[in-house]
């Protein structure tokens, strides 16, 4: 499955969400993430991701290995997402900025 990284917190673009043939995207109020159960691997959302947050299982940096699971947890508490929104007024700023994973709300 492909994997939503920490560089999406607080930035939450949604470009993401429009591509997906079978709508995995789930929302929480500054992150999204992916159903690994339901995600075919088509590649599609990875070049649509303005902060290139979301990465192939296996293409997931040491560093970010708890967004592996993370995706998995909170993709069974979120509701779906299937059309793309406005992005915070902000996200463009926080694009890049390291250390995010303390910010993600639940
Ligand atoms: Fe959806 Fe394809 Fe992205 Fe998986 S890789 S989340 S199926 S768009
Ligand atoms: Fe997040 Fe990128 Fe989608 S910032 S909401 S994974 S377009």
Redesign the pocket.
């Known amino acids: 499955?492909?994997v939503v990284t920490e560089n999406c917190i607080k930035c939450k673009f949604t470009d993401?969400v429009d591509?997906?043939?079978?709508d995995?995207?789930r929302e929480g109020p500054n992150f999204l993430v992916?159903d690994p159960d339901e995600?075919?691997?088509?590649?599609?959302?990875?070049a649509e991701c303005p902060a290139e947050a979301?990465l192939a299982e296996d293409d997931v940096p040491p560093a970010q290995h708890s967004f592996i699971a993370l995706n998995a947890e909170l993709a069974k508490q979120w509701p779906t997402i299937t059309a793309t929104q406005a992005a915070p007024a902000d996200a463009e700023e926080w694009n890049g900025k390291p250390d995010k994973l303390k910010l993600l709300e639940r």
């Open positions: 499955a492909y993401c591509v997906c043939p079978v995995c995207f992916i995600c075919i691997d088509c590649t599609l959302c990875v979301i």
